[in-house]
T-cell receptor, first 114, second 115 residues
Framework: KAGVTQTPRYLIKTRGQQVTLSCSPI?????VSWYQQTPGQGLQFLFE???????NKGNFPGRFSGRQFSNSRSEMNVSTLELGDSALYLCASSSTGTDNEKLFFGSGTQLSVL | AQSVTQLDSHVSVSEGTPVLLRCNYSSSYSPSLFWYVQHPNKGLQLLLK??????LVKGINGFEAEFKKSETSFHLTKPSAHMSDAAEYFC?????????????FGSGTRLQVQP
């Protein structure tokens, strides 16, 4: 069974641009969640999608948005990039999104904003 | 509201000696607790999870953790460290809040294993 796939692996953008990151979950998984990882703030929850609906959202500005398609693939968009958005963005999938469920993580997209 | 505190940002041990990574949590609800490991340039991988069954949980690669409700702790241990255990470890607490999963990560503990 293929794991969680994130593309691209690395991305370099400049301030003010926008970026779209993609995540393909494990086949059959309906929940996809996104996280930002930085040395200063650690791992922070961005949002979770389940069956194409955003089910939960972390404390990030509206510049961060996402969506989920009918095949459970998810995209995350960041508009008007800032230097502080430089981070490793991880997505994770799980079967039903319950609290005691294991998360399967992708290897992440390393975003650098110049 | 919930929070996770990993008491050590860095732990260094010699190969073959025991490992102890400490985690304390607080939660308004009955939590599920997890330990994940992250090797450089990789995503997180589940080591073990506690979900209100046995308080001593065994995971992969010889790791185990004990849930102590009275101490609100979920410390990770391994009897004998291996060089391949060098990585960053995250304690995670999750609860269901009005049907939505709320997930909080600890700040991470970097484990260094000396030969």
């Amino acid at each position: 069974k293929a794991g969680v796939t994130q593309t691209p692996r690395y991305l370099i953008k400049t301030r003010g641009q926008q970026v779209t990151l993609s995540c393909s979950p494990i086949s059959g998984h309906r929940s996809v969640s996104w996280y930002q990882q930085t040395p200063g703030q650690g791992l922070q929850f961005l949002f979770e999608y389940f069956s194409e609906t955003q089910r939960n959202k972390g404390n990030f500005p509206g510049r961060f948005s996402g969506r989920q398609f009918s095949n459970s693939r998810s995209e995350m968009n960041v508009s008007t990039l800032e230097l502080g958005d430089s981070a490793l963005y991880l997505c994770a999938s799980s079967s039903t999104g319950t609290d005691n469920e294991k998360l399967f993580f992708g290897s992440g997209t390393q975003l650098s904003v110049l | 509201a919930q929070s996770v505190t990993q008491l050590d940002s860095h732990v260094s041990v010699s190969e073959g000696t025991p490992v102890l990574l400490r985690c304390n949590y607080s939660s308004s609800y009955s939590p599920s607790l997890f330990w994940y490991v992250q090797h450089p340039n990789k995503g997180l991988q589940l080591l073990l999870k506690y979900t209100s069954a046995a308080t001593l949980v065994k995971g992969i690669n010889g790791f185990e953790a004990e849930f102590k409700k009275s101490e609100t702790s979920f410390h990770l241990t391994k009897p004998s460290a291996h060089m391949s255990d060098a990585a960053e470890y995250f304690c995670v607490v999750t609860t269901l809040d009005t049907g939505r999963r709320a997930l909080t990560f600890g700040s991470g503990t970097r484990l260094q294993v000396q030969p």
